[in-house]
């Protein structure tokens, strides 16, 4: 069983930037994509970026994409987020997730483990 546990959330202004860490532990994560989502209070919980294995395919939600980076480490066990321009309405808790290898490249709902979340608060 893989453990996530994510760092680097806090509180910036409008326009700046943040980098979230996810650190695994348990076992290496070198084959599973991974992903973070967020969740602000009485909302949906919402796809923000994704990467497999081999950091060759990322995938990123509208309303990151051209702001927000996906990386990965294997050799640390840790995939991270870069937040540049940061806008209010990016406040929200960030969780990071695993998804086991399965043959084809996670769906949202294909990611089997899941960290506690960081929070993220972008004032204006």
């Known amino acids: 069983q893989v453990q996530l546990v994510e760092s680097g959330g806090g509180m910036v202004q409008a326009g700046g930037s943040l980098r979230l860490s996810c650190a695994a532990s348990g076992r290496s994560f070198s084959r599973d994509a991974m992903a973070w989502f967020r969740r602000d209070p009485g909302k949906e919980r919402e796809f923000v970026a994704s990467?497999?294995?081999?950091?060759?395919?990322?995938y990123y939600s509208d309303s990151v994409k051209g702001r927000f980076t996906i990386s990965r480490d294997n050799t640390k066990n840790t995939v991270y987020l870069q937040m540049n321009s940061l806008k209010p309405e990016d406040t929200a808790v960030y969780y990071c997730?695993?998804?086991?290898?399965?043959?084809?490249?996670?769906?949202?709902?294909?990611?089997?483990?899941w960290g506690q979340g960081t929070q993220v608060t972008v004032s204006s």
């Open positions: 997730a695993g998804s086991t290898p399965r043959g084809y490249f996670p769906s949202n709902d294909d990611y089997d483990y």
């Open positions: 990467i497999g294995w081999g950091s060759a395919i990322k």
